[in-house]
Each structure stands twice: as C-alpha cells, then as structure tokens.
C-alpha cells in the first residue's frame, strides 16, 4: 500500500525566511503533484512534476522531485505572509489498471510577520 | 468558467437519512473523484470514475454509492448516514489521460455534517 509521508506537519515561520517541506513515498512513481489549500477553500494546483529530476518554480516556491530517493520537496525562499495555507503533495500511481492519486497529510503553513 | 461545481456547499444530516452530492465539471474531462477531507487526515479517495457509465472504488468507499449517467455528472450518495461520515467532500476531475497531463481540478466542496 502505497504512503505518502509529509513533514513538518505544521510549520511556523518568520517573514524573509527560507524552509524546505519534505514530501516521502513508499512505492515507485515518477509523477507527483503539490497543491495549495487556503482555509476553508478548495484545492489549487501549484505544481506538476513528471519524471526524474525535474524541478519547477512559481515566485517564491520551487519544487523538485527525486524518484530515486521516492522524495519530493518544495522550497520557500524569502517567506511572505500570503504563503500560509497548507501544502499538500500527492503521489500518482496506477493499481489495478486504474490510476490513482494519493494525498499526503498536508503541512499547514503559517507566516508571521 | 465554471470548472467542477458542487452542490450543495453545506448540509446537517440526522443519523440515517440519505442524502446525494452532486458534482458537475465543464471540461469535458473523462476522469472524475470523490475525496473525504478531515482533519490531520489529508483527502483520502471514496470512489473514482474513468468515463460514463463506469465507477471504481477508492479507499475509503464503505457507506457510499456514486453513479456516473452523464460524462459531465458524477453523484455521491449517503443511503443512512453516521456520524463518521462527517466530513469535507471534494469532487475533482481530470483530463482522459488521468493524471498524467494535467492536475486535478477541484470543486469547492461540501461541508456536511451528521448528527
């Protein structure tokens, strides 16, 4: 059965800050997704990353994928509060015939000034 | 561009009644899902679709049903709801491919609650 592990879970951090979140999977994928979610609102997505090594930014985030290590991280450079929401990543995998998304638990993140 | 639209956006139910989401997307995506979303639990898969007429589940499918009549309509129903079924209820859908070219787009879900 397929995990996907996220960490922190919850992340605090100051303005002008850099962090790095940390998505881990548990069986062989090469295609892996992270979304946005404000509170109380829908899912946005951020990124889409389809193979080996590939790394996308948008702004202050950078997203990259290492499926060798079954490892996907999403970098934020020089926090601003309008970043807090929570991140999820989500690991595509395709099991009896069908293919799937599985979720992370998600990291909350918060900004402060 | 409406995009995958839910209805209703909240609903209380008592223990037992029925009740049935309903999403509806105008892209003409052939993939459509149901996820649960609660709280430190990340979204978890009820149920999926991969065009009309056909369902698959997911994995969380006890206590619901979906039906897939329409390629644009995809129907989540509760027969006797619980109150473990209390939950945010997320339709997406995805291009023919799956996942592989595109994201999923969400709705804005349902916030139902079971007393």
């Known amino acids: 059965e397929l995990k996907v592990e996220q960490n922190p879970l919850f992340l605090s951090m100051q303005e002008g800050k850099n962090y790095t979140i940390y998505c881990n999977y548990s069986t062989t994928s090469d295609r892996l997704y992270w979304y946005r979610q404000d509170p109380g609102k829908s899912l946005e997505s951020l990124f889409v990353?389809?193979?080996?090594?590939a790394v996308k930014q948008e702004g202050r985030l950078m997203a990259s994928l290492d499926t060798k290590a079954r490892l996907s991280t999403l970098h934020i450079t020089a926090a601003v509060h309008d970043l807090s929401a929570t991140y999820f990543c989500a690991v595509d995998i395709t099991q009896g015939g069908s293919e799937k998304l599985v979720f992370g638990k998600g990291t909350k993140l918060t900004v402060n000034p | 561009n409406a995009g995958v639209t839910q209805t209703p956006k909240f609903r209380v139910l008592k223990t037992g009644q029925s009740m049935t989401l309903l999403c509806a997307q105008d892209?003409?995506?052939?993939?459509m899902y149901w996820y649960r979303q609660d709280p430190g639990m990340g979204l978890r898969l009820i149920h999926y679709s991969v065009g009309e007429g056909t369902t698959a589940k997911g994995e969380v499918p006890d206590g619901y049903n979906v039906s897939r009549l329409k390629k644009q309509n995809f129907l989540l129903g509760l027969e006797s709801a619980a109150p473990s079924q209390t939950s945010v209820y997320f339709c997406a859908s995805s291009l023919r491919q799956g996942f592989k070219n595109s994201p999923l787009h969400f709705g804005n879900g349902t916030r139902l609650t079971v007393t």
């Open positions: 892209m003409n995506h052939e993939y």
């Open positions: 990353l389809l193979s080996n090594g």
